[in-house]
Antibody, heavy 118, light 112 residues
Framework: QLQLQESGPGLVKPSETLSLTCTVS??????????WGWIRQPPGKGLEWIGS???????YYNPSLKSRVTISVDTSKNQFSLKLSSVTAADTAVYYC??????????WGQGTLVTVSS | QSVLTQPPSVSGAPGQRVTISCTGS?????????VHWYQQLPGTAPKLLIY???NRPSGVPDRFSGSKSGTSASLAITGLQAEDEADYYC????????????FGGGTKLTVL
């Protein structure tokens, strides 16, 4: 079964770019059966879909974040990445990467807390 | 304000049946898009509980069931157990704007 693991800085300064990577094991990120997504959860709040990518590079973003988000895939490393620019305190959240066989998310990483603070 | 509306909290005694609603609109659930449900235990990542409105992934007890009608969906939990205490989220696709996946605001289930 798939396993996903997020990695990246836990602290980012306001106005800078948040960068996270998700490493996939137990399967190929180039599989045509899956999309790969990012979801976040501010402390004490609900889940927010950030965006998804297909192995071919096709991307889908939350309209509310689209101007600041870039998701990319590195098939050679079996990884996909998230970049969120111009961050503010409102971007403080646990960030999850997850796999999607269609439009649900069946495997999730454990999540990584990213705090935006100077 | 979430596109999908869930009650903030529900509660029930052990052994009882509870339901959690997820209300959408004509651009998401009402448009025929599937609804999925997730269980999030404290301090852990969400876990897929129901997919495609009413299907359970392998390993999910049949005490959990899902249904969908019109612009709403429901998650039912029968034979409530203490370990069911968690946050539950519905999720679907919304075709407004350029289209995007959406989560409900979440429902905290308390087992009394």
């Amino acid at each position: 079964q798939l396993q996903l693991q997020e990695s990246g800085p836990g602290l980012v300064k306001p106005s800078e770019t948040l960068s996270l990577t998700c490493t996939v094991s137990g399967g190929s990120i180039s599989s045509s059966s899956y999309y790969w997504g990012w979801i976040r959860q501010p402390p004490g709040k609900g889940l927010e879909w950030i965006g998804s990518i297909y192995y071919s590079g096709s991307t889908y973003y939350n309209p509310s974040l689209k101007s600041r988000v870039t998701i990319s895939v590195d098939t050679s490393k079996n990884q996909f990445s998230l970049k969120l620019s111009s961050v503010t305190a409102a971007d403080t959240a646990v960030y999850y990467c997850a796999s999607s066989p269609g439009d649900c998310y069946d495997y999730w990483g454990q999540g990584t807390l990213v705090t935006v603070s100077s | 304000q979430s596109v999908l509306t869930q009650p903030p909290s529900v509660s029930g005694a052990p052994g009882q049946r509870v339901t959690i609603s997820c209300t959408g609109s004509s651009s998401n659930i009402g448009a025929g898009y599937d609804v999925h449900w997730y269980q999030q235990l404290p301090g852990t990542a969400p876990k897929l509980l129901i997919y495609g409105n009413s299907n359970r992934p392998s390993g999910v007890p049949d005490r959990f069931s899902g249904s969908k009608s019109g612009t709403s969906a429901s998650l039912a939990i029968t034979g409530l157990q203490a370990e069911d205490e968690a946050d539950y989220y519905c999720q679907s696709y919304d075709s407004s704007l350029s289209g995007f996946w959406v989560f409900g605001g979440g429902t905290k289930l308390t087992v009394l």
